[in-house]
C-alpha cells in the first residue's frame, strides 16, 4: 500500500530561486494530505501532477507566512476548477479567521464547504480517522502557536492459512482472535499466531515537525517513527541565532531524531543565506546516519 511524502517546498521564511516556503503533500493508501501550504504549493501541486480535487485535508502548522500564504489561492483555484466537494482544513482557531476575512474583502462565494478544525498547542489531539489511518496534532516549541503532525496506519489484521481453519476446527471466535494477533488453545494444543496466519506488515508512521526548536518533551508524543521531517534552519554557526528565533539546527534535529527512536530523517526549512547544503548532512550524521536533504519534487516512501 502507498505511503509515501512529496516534498513541494522545503525553504524558510524567504523564497529562493531554488527553495520555496514549507509544504508537502503526504499519499496514504491513496489518500492526499496536504500539509503546510507556502507561497508556490499550487504550482508545485501542478509541476508533480497532483490533481487539486484529490485532497481533502490541508494541515497548517502555525500562522506565519510561509507556511499559510499559498492556502488562499489554491481555495481560490479549487473553487474556479469547479470543486464541490468538502474542503478541511485544520490549523490554529485563527486561521478561520484569516480565510473568511480573504473571502468576505474578495467577495467570494465559494461552491464548496470549508471545515475547520482546531489544533491545540498544548497538547496532542487527533484529529482524523478511518478505517485505515489516523492523523495527530502535537505540540512544537516555536514563537508563536505551532503543531506538528503525526500520520499512523493501523495494525493490518493478519491472513489465516485456510488449510490451518480446516486442520484445527477453528471457530469463527477463534479466527477473529488469530486475525487480531492473539494465541488460541484449541484441541490440540497452543495454536500461535505465527504457526496460524500470513503476518500483516507492522504499521508505518511519519511525523512534521516544521519550526520548532530542540525540545526533548517531543518524546511524549512521536517515540519509535518510521519517518520524521525535522526543520533544519541553520547551522552550528548561527546556533544563538536558532534559539533566539525558536529555530533548530541540522546537528539538533539529528539529535532530535536518535532520541525519538526514528528511523529515517528528513531535513528541510533551510535558511536562505545557505547555497550550499552539503553542510547540513555533515553535521548531522555523526548524531544520526540515516539523514537526507530535503528537495523540491522529492519522494520519499515508506
Sequence with gaps: MTFEVLILGCGAATPTSRHNPSSQLVNIHDKLFLVDCGEGTQME??????????????????????????????????HLLGRKSTLHLYGPAELKELVELNLRVSQT??????????????????????KSLEVHSFPLKHRIPCTGFLFMEKQK??????????????????????????????????????????LAEKPKSYAYCSDTMYWERLVDFISGIDLIYHESTFLNSEKERAKQTYHSTAEQAAKMAA?????K????????RY????????????????VILADEGMVVAL
Design 275 to 290: 547555497t550550499d547544503l552539503q553542510p547540513f548532512i555533515e553535521q548531522a550524521k555523526p548524531f544520526f546516519e540515516n
Design 45 to 78: 501541486l501542478r509541476r508533480n501532477k497532483v490533481k487539486f480535487q484529490k485532497i481533502q485535508h490541508i494541515f497548517i502548522s502555525h500562522l506565519h507566512g510561509d507556511h499559510y500564504l499559498g492556502l488562499l489561492g489554491l481555495i481560490s483555484s479549487m
Design 265 to 272: 530523517l528528513i531535513l528541510g526549512h533551510y535558511s536562505s
Design 259 to 263: 532520541l525519538l527512536g526514528a528511523k
Design 109 to 130: 462565494y465559494l461552491d464548496y464547504p470549508l471545515v475547520y478544525h482546531i489544533t491545540d498547542e498544548k497538547r496532542q489531539i487527533k484529529l482524523f480517522e478511518d
Design 157 to 198: 489484521q493478519h491472513k489465516i492459512h485456510k488449510d490451518i481453519i480446516v486442520e484445527y476446527r477453528l471457530s469463527p471466535s477463534q479466527i477473529i482472535q488469530l486475525k487480531k494477533g492473539e494465541n488460541v488453545e484449541t484441541n490440540r494444543g497452543i495454536l500461535t499466531v505465527e504457526q496460524a496466519c500470513i
